[in-house]
């Protein structure tokens, strides 16, 4: 029988997967045509300025963003919810603090965030305009497959963090603790900590962008890969 990780390792790799979202998130921003790959709301509103403002210049990189990511979605979607439709279809035993699933699905991203990465440095860390298009694409793929596999693991999310926060405030002024609060504080962190990083890294030394992105996602398939640590539904629920 395989060891019961609990909630509290599952808490850590969610958090060290926000570390390349803040990551991709800064470097699209900056170098690939001033978007998002994962803060879809964002994208929409500056494709609504776009469209105001008769900017293809911008409206181009949103789309292109918009239309990856809802394509990561519906690669990774599949692939994460693999368990969750085996059981529903009859098979036995307890649910999966991180299912084998949402690792496959993450290394699905992890090889999008590769041929990325290829083609950054091909580019010598300063695409051109063709290649910013081509780059922010996979970046938006990877995002959509990431954010599709941490929607198994609960409400959590590493790339849309608007709905924690109003959480967090919301429980709070109750007075009550919220739950997975020390995950939480944790997200918000690495997405700072992610994009601070990859601003300072791709404005001196843009070639080690690769290990910034790629690193924190290598450990977190390293670590999920030794097992699936089956846990009572219950227990998910309580470290929700």
Known sequence: MKRDLSGGLRDVLVVLLTLPTGAVDAACFL???????????????????????????????????????????????????????????????PRATWPPSVTAALAAEFCILAAFCVGWELQGGHPGRTAQLVLL???????????????????MSTTYLTGTLTGIVAVLTTGKKPEGLAR???????????????????AH???????????????????????SWPVPLRTLRRGR
């Open 31 to 93: 170098h690939l045509g001033h978007v998002f790959s994962s803060v879809v709301t964002g994208t929409m509103v500056l494709l609504g300025v776009a469209a105001g403002s008769h900017d293809p210049n911008l409206a181009i990189p949103c789309g292109v963003a918009l239309v990856s990511y809802t394509c990561g979605v519906l690669i990774g979607a599949p692939i994460a919810a693999r368990a969750a439709g085996q059981r529903a279809a009859g098979s036995a035993g």
């Open 137 to 155: 694409a996979m970046l938006a793929v990877s995002m959509g497959i990431q954010a599709a596999a941490v929607r198994q693991l609960g409400q």
């Open 184 to 202: 939480s504080l944790g997200v918000f962190a690495a997405l700072i900590a992610g994009a601070l990083i990859s601003a300072t890294v791709t």
């Open 205 to 227: 030394v843009p070639r080690w962008l690769p290990a910034v992105v790629l690193l924190p996602l290598v450990a977190v398939l390293a670590l999920s890969a030794a097992g």
